[in-house]
């Protein structure tokens, strides 16, 4: 089955440390993003990827980074820098010339630090 | 730059009828799409809109007035399962890169 996942599903840390979320499809889409949901509020985009090797800042990407080594594997690193961490975090790909602005999302995963 | 509104909350009853609207404003214009989100699960694709006019799957239709640069998301025969939080979206391809923007989010509580 295609489909994008994300582990783990929850994630716990402690504040001041790094942590790296993992995002994988096997869609074959060239286009990979990463967005953080707060508790009763909207998408907000964090960093894309249109191609390997390549990769452009969202609205909101202080304390993030991420990589993009691979076609089908986005992962991003929550840094210590970043002031508010807890959050959803949702990974989604879609082709890159998506007709239908369709991106597909993996399952998120919930970051809490303590 | 793009902004998109809409409502925070809507609240049916169960088989009613319920319209999400959300007006945009966009510096170039490559379609309308919305979202249906469950708590605590992923975004998943409803419907697209790149003409004006109305299109219709199931019991969701969505229509588009690029002019108003407004469009609605139409829930027919509402169920209990359509309880979620529904968000439309405009394509950004500033700097020659292809995203989306979201709007915040309509959360419909369908009631017995």
């Known amino acids: 089955d295609g489909g994008i996942t994300q582990s783990p599903k929850y994630l716990f840390r402690k504040e001041g440390q790094n942590v790296t979320l993992s995002c994988e499809q096997n869609?074959?889409?060239?286009?990979m993003y990463w967005y953080r949901q707060d508790p009763g509020q909207g998408l907000r985009l964090i960093y894309y990827?249109?191609?390997?090797?390549?990769?452009q800042k969202g609205d909101i990407a202080e304390g993030y980074s991420v990589s993009r080594e691979k076609k089908e594997s986005f992962p991003l690193t929550v840094t210590s820098a970043q002031k508010n961490p807890t959050a959803f975090y949702l990974c989604?790909?879609?082709?890159?010339?998506?007709?239908?602005?369709?991106?597909?999302f993996g399952p998120g995963t919930r970051l809490t630090v303590l | 730059g793009q902004s998109l509104e809409q409502p925070s909350e809507v609240t049916a009853v169960e088989g009613a009828i319920v319209q999400i609207n959300c007006t945009y404003q966009?510096?170039?214009?490559?379609?309308l799409s919305w979202y249906q989100q469950h708590d605590g699960g992923a975004p998943t694709f409803l419907s697209y809109?790149?003409?004006?006019g109305l299109e219709e799957t199931g019991r969701f239709s969505s229509f588009l007035s690029r002019s108003d640069s407004y469009g609605y998301l139409l829930l027919q025969e509402l169920q209990m399962k359509d309880s979620a939080s529904y968000f439309c979206?405009?394509?950004?391809?500033?700097?020659?890169?292809?995203?989306?923007?979201f709007g915040a989010g309509t959360r419909l509580a369908v009631h017995p």
């Open positions: 989604a790909s879609s082709l890159r010339e998506s007709s239908y602005n369709e991106q597909f």
């Open positions: 869609l074959n889409h060239d286009a």
């Open positions: 990827s249109q191609i390997v090797n390549d990769f």
């Open positions: 966009t510096s170039g214009f490559y379609g």
């Open positions: 809109n790149a003409l004006d």
């Open positions: 979206a405009v394509r950004d391809r500033s700097g020659g890169y292809n995203k989306l923007i």
